[in-house]
Each structure stands twice: as structure tokens, then as C-alpha cells.
């Protein structure tokens, strides 16, 4: 090798050095100036206007390009001066209260506001979590025409004023509102500069009632919306739905009772509800809600409801025993209260009762004819059996031909006689509804009343059975009689009357008499007025035209004692005065 060779090296390794460490030297220069109007790296000029600098990683002593690894790892976009705008809260009112129909302006005033931002107004109502948007500063017409939204800028621009105008304002306007700056999306690197500030308005309307609950099944139903349903014995709360500000002063009232507790227990919450528990058929009608505050006391809100109770088919009756006649009509109705209104069917002697074509029994709902009675057919048990989804009642209609109770003709109890009683009686219905009666069991019986210590007993004689008589009987008879010997004077007697016929024994009519100490006269006038049978059923008489004068009609016998009594107070009279002289 030439001496020519070895500087040749020698100087491509000199400069090879020199230039790595002029690229060094230059990376610390940059690093070490904190702010520069330009970089040049190589034959490119960077503005620092739009760079800026960060602490590089070790360059690397085989890179072979410095320049455009500097340029990838030592520099960056830099971030643009951002003024951030704040809120001016002087003279600023946050609270406002207003009337229904008034109207409502909210300003916001942001101080140093620039177009890197927008101004927005967003609303939340009273309960729920989201956020309604109102206006913005980059939109053109507001969401809603009672609302206006106006930004006035100060003369030098460094602060704007966002008025939220509000007309008319009704109870839906009430609510949180907020006035919100924004940087605009792509001014920011990782996170956009905000800011609120929030107002309240209040808006002071009357009270109204909207309805009154529960309006839910199966309480409730939309083709019935005025009526409210509820079973017997259940609890239930009433709902008056109503709203104002402030809030409104509830009451209710049962049509025809100026206060509940006149008809019905219940309670009335703090929010207006009214409870009603263990309701019964009695809670039944319509009901008032009425509402009112300051701004309607002298005319409240109301809305009725009509309140049903519904409960099982019930009756007064289980048991009716009909009595008729061979051939005769005879009409069977169950009398049933429920709610809902119930279904009926018949059943005779326990099973379904058929109807059949031509049959003397036809059935409709709750009655049941029977044309031309027939005893071997028709003498039997029908129940009707009445059902709703509440429960079901029955009603049994027992019909026989046994005779009714005949009809005792005398008119006093106590006899004439100590020791007989005439008992007399009729036939009564049986003769009407054409019951056979083919005799008569008479009972009777003597009642003492003695007491024992402080305990007063009955006695009877016979003690064991009273003493019967069977007397036969007719319906063509008319009037029977009867006389009860061997009695005991100063007495009291039980009788009992009763019919039979070939169906079995009728109801018993009973008569109580009482037997004098000693036997009455009675004049041959009284004994032919008593026995006659027009005067032991005597009709409405008219009573007598009065002529002025005192009248007295009196029967010989009578007059015969009379004068015998004035006979013997006269020697009395005598007497006494002949012992005083």
C-alpha cells in the first residue's frame, strides 16, 4: 500500500467521526435551547411555531440517517395556546319562582368565550337522571317555540351573555337548567375544557286532580274507567293522582255522608290516600277527590269514582216449605244478593232438573213454575243454586201437601167455666189452597209457674207428654168445636191444633187460656152473641151514629144482678148507720 492508500483511510475515518460527532453535539445543542424560531436539521428547516421540543433517546452510534431519526423521535406536534373562557356569576340570579302563564329569562355571562367553545342549554326534570338538550350556540332554531335563545358579545368581544328566554310557563317548564361551555371536539388532545353553571325554576300552578287509582287489574279496566272493583273483606287504598304547587291540600267524600266516619272506617295518608280495610258491601258508591291550594281554595279540583264491592251470592233464606194443592199453580223464586250478578240452576231432590218439552215445570233464571200440580210428580225438594266467581248460596223450596195451620176462633182466654174450656178453630188456608185435612190432633196441657228461691220454674201436667185427641176433619166443616173437661180451676192452660192428612202432619196452631176460680153466669143474650159463628169472625163494623143521648142496652140477666147489688148496698147502708146511733 501507497502512501497515497493510507490517507485516503485515514481521512474517510477522520470525517466519518467528525460527522458523529457533529450529529451528537448538535443533539444536545437542541435539547439543551428551550425555545428557538427554527431547527435545521440537514438541509430542512423545522419552524419551532409548530414544534417543539422533548428529551431524545441515545442516538445511536450506527444510525446511519441522524436526521430523520431525530426528526422521527425528537420532535412532536406541539399544542396549541388555548384561552379557557369562565363563568361571570355577579348579579346573577340561580333561583326563580313563578306563576303558571308568566314568563322566565336566564342568563349566563362567560368571560373571555372564543370560538375554539360552545355555549349550550340543557334541562332535567324533577326525578329523572338525563339531560335535556335546549340550545346550542351552533344551532339554528330552538327545540321549542316558547323558548328563545339570544348571545349578546361585549363591545371588545371578551365575554358573551346567553339569555334563555322561557314564555308562558306551565308545570312541565319546572326544573333543573344548566348553561354549559365546551371546547369544540378536535381542539383538544385528550380532554375537552368544560364548565357549568346551574339554575332552578319553579313554577307555582293550582292544584288539579287527574284520576283517582288504582288504575290497574284487577282493580281497574279501561272500558269501565270510572269504576273501581274490590271483593268483600279486602283491603284496599284509593289514590287521589293529583298535582299543583304547592303542594295541594286533599279530601274525600262518600255521596250522601258529609264525613266517612259515618258509614265507613277508614284512613287517610299524609299523601291524600285513602285506606279502607275490611271493606264490606256497606263501602258501595262514589267516591270524592278534591284538591286545592293557594292559588284554588275557593274552587277545587275533583273527580268521582265509583266504588263496587263485590262479594258471594247470599240470601235470607235456606229453608221454604210451600204447601199446595192437587192442580194447583205454584210459583218458586230464589231471592239472591251478589256481585257479580249470578247464574242460577235448579235441582229437584238433589239431582239436575230436567226440563223437557210440554213439561208442567219450566225454569227462568232464578224461577220455576209448576202448572197443574201433580202430588205423585210434584211434591218434592227444588234448590236453586245461585253462583258467581265469588262462591255459590242455595236456597231449598220444600213442596208438600201437608195442611197448613188451622185458625183458632176464640176470642178470649179466659173462660167461663173453672173447670171446662170450649176451644173452637177453622180450617184457615187449608180451604183456600184446597189441602185435605182428615183429622185433628188436639194437645193440651196445664203450665204452673212456681219460684224457688230466686229462680222461677215451670211446671207442666202431664209432665211427661201433653194429653192428646184425635178428632177427625173435613174441609166442608167449617167451624169446629171442642170441649176440654176435667180441668183445674185457676189454671193455665197450653193448646196446640193439629192438622193431618194422607201427606203427614201440618203446622200446629197454638192457644193459651185460663180457667177462673169460680164459674161466671152468663146470660142466655152473651151464650147465643158468642155461639154465633158471624161473631167469632166478625167483619169491620162501622161504628154506631150518635144521637145525642147516652144509650146503654143491658140483657135481663144483667139488670136482674144490678138491682140485687143496689139491694144489698142499700142494708149495708142501714146497717152501718144503725151501729153508729
Given at each position: 500500500m501507497d502512501v497515497y492508500s493510507i490517507l485516503t483511510v485515514f481521512l474517510?475515518?477522520?470525517?466519518?467521526?467528525?460527522?458523529?460527532?457533529?450529529?451528537?453535539?448538535?443533539?444536545?445543542?437542541?435539547?439543551?435551547?428551550?425555545?428557538?424560531?427554527?431547527?435545521?436539521?440537514?438541509?430542512?428547516?423545522?419552524?419551532?411555531?409548530?414544534?417543539?421540543?422533548?428529551?431524545?433517546?441515545?442516538?445511536?452510534?450506527?444510525?446511519?440517517?441522524?436526521?430523520?431519526?431525530?426528526?422521527?423521535?425528537?420532535?412532536?406536534?406541539?399544542?396549541?395556546?388555548?384561552?379557557?373562557?369562565f363563568f361571570n356569576r355577579s348579579n346573577t340570579v340561580f333561583n326563580h319562582t313563578r306563576t303558571q302563564g308568566e314568563n322566565v329569562v336566564l342568563r349566563c355571562r362567560v368571560n373571555r368565550f372564543n370560538d375554539k367553545f360552545i355555549l349550550k342549554w340543557t334541562k332535567r326534570d324533577k326525578g329523572s337522571e338525563f339531560s335535556e338538550p335546549i340550545f346550542s350556540s351552533n344551532m339554528k332554531t330552538p327545540i321549542n317555540s316558547r323558548r328563545n335563545f339570544s348571545m349578546v358579545y361585549s363591545p371588545d368581544n371578551q365575554s358573551v351573555t346567553a339569555e334563555l328566554r322561557i314564555f308562558q310557563l306551565g308545570p312541565n317548564d319546572a326544573g333543573v337548567y344548566r348553561c354549559v361551555f365546551q371546547q369544540i371536539s378536535g381542539f383538544g388532545s385528550r380532554s375537552d375544557l368544560s364548565d357549568e353553571q346551574v339554575y332552578r325554576i319553579t313554577v307555582r300552578y293550582p292544584a288539579k286532580v287527574r284520576g283517582i287509582g288504582p288504575r290497574m287489574a284487577p282493580f281497574w279496566s279501561w272500558d269501565q274507567p270510572g269504576r273501581i272493583y274490590v271483593n268483600e273483606t279486602d283491603n284496599i287504598t284509593l289514590t287521589c293522582i293529583a298535582d299543583g304547587f304547592p303542594t295541594p291540600i286533599v279530601l274525600w267524600q262518600l255521596q250522601d255522608y258529609p264525613s266517612l266516619s259515618e258509614k265507613i272506617n277508614s284512613y287517610t295518608d299524609l299523601d291524600g290516600s285513602l285506606y279502607l280495610p275490611q271493606i264490606t258491601r256497606n263501602y258501595s258508591g262514589t267516591y270524592t277527590c278534591a284538591a286545592r291550594n293557594i292559588l284554588n281554595r275557593r274552587r277545587s279540583s275533583s273527580r268521582t269514582v265509583e266504588l263496587v264491592v263485590q262479594y258471594p251470592p247470599q240470601s235470607d233464606q235456606s229453608y221454604v216449605e210451600r204447601k199446595v194443592g192437587a192442580g194447583r199453580y205454584v210459583l218458586l223464586q230464589g231471592l239472591f244478593t251478589g256481585l257479580p250478578i249470578p247464574t242460577y240452576h235448579w235441582l229437584k231432590n238433589g239431582k239436575p232438573l230436567s226440563t223437557r218439552n210440554n213439561s208442567p215445570e219450566a225454569v227462568s233464571g232464578r224461577k220455576l213454575v209448576i202448572v197443574g200440580l201433580e202430588p205423585a210428580e210434584h211434591y218434592a225438594n227444588y234448590t236453586c243454586v245461585a253462583t258467581n266467581v265469588l262462591g255459590s248460596a242455595s236456597i231449598t223450596f220444600d213442596v208438600n201437601g201437608r195442611p197448613y195451620p188451622p185458625t183458632i176462633l176464640n176470642r178470649k182466654r179466659f173462660g167461663a167455666r173453672r173447670r171446662s174450656f170450649e176451644l173452637s178453630w177453622s180450617p184457615g188456608l187449608n180451604a183456600v189452597h184446597i189441602i185435605p185435612v182428615t183429622s185433628y190432633n188436639l194437645l193440651y196441657r196445664r203450665v204452673e209457674i212456681k219460684s224457688v228461691g230466686n229462680v222461677m220454674k215451670v211446671n207442666y201436667y202431664p209432665n211427661d207428654a201433653p194429653n192428646s185427641v184425635i178428632l177427625a176433619g173435613s174441609l166442608s166443616e167449617g167451624v169446629r168445636r171442642f170441649y176440654l173437661t176435667e180441668l183445674k180451676e185457676n189454671s193455665t192452660y197450653e193448646t196446640a191444633v193439629c192438622p193431618m192428612n194422607a201427606y203427614g202432619k201440618g203446622e200446629c196452631a197454638n192457644f193459651t187460656f185460663f180457667t177462673p176460680t169460680e164459674d161466671m153466669i152468663v146470660s142466655p143474650t152473651i151464650i147465643e152473641e158468642t155461639e154465633n159463628p158471624a161473631e167469632l169472625s166478625p167483619a169491620p163494623k162501622s161504628l154506631p151514629v150518635s144521637t145525642g143521648r147516652a144509650s146503654c142496652r143491658v140483657a135481663p140477666s144483667c139488670l136482674l144482678t144490678m138491682i140485687a147489688l143496689a139491694v144489698f148496698c142499700i142494708s149495708n147502708m142501714e146497717i152501718l148507720q144503725y151501729e153508729k146511733t
Open positions: 474517510v475515518v477522520a470525517s466519518k467521526v467528525l460527522y458523529l460527532q457533529a450529529g451528537k453535539s448538535f443533539r444536545n445543542d437542541l435539547i439543551a435551547i428551550p425555545t428557538c424560531n427554527t431547527i435545521i436539521l440537514g438541509s430542512t428547516v423545522f419552524p419551532c411555531a409548530n414544534r417543539y421540543q422533548r428529551n431524545c433517546p441515545e442516538l445511536p452510534l450506527n444510525e446511519p440517517n441522524p436526521g430523520a431519526w431525530m426528526r422521527r423521535n425528537c420532535l412532536d406536534p406541539t399544542r396549541p395556546t388555548v384561552i379557557t373562557p
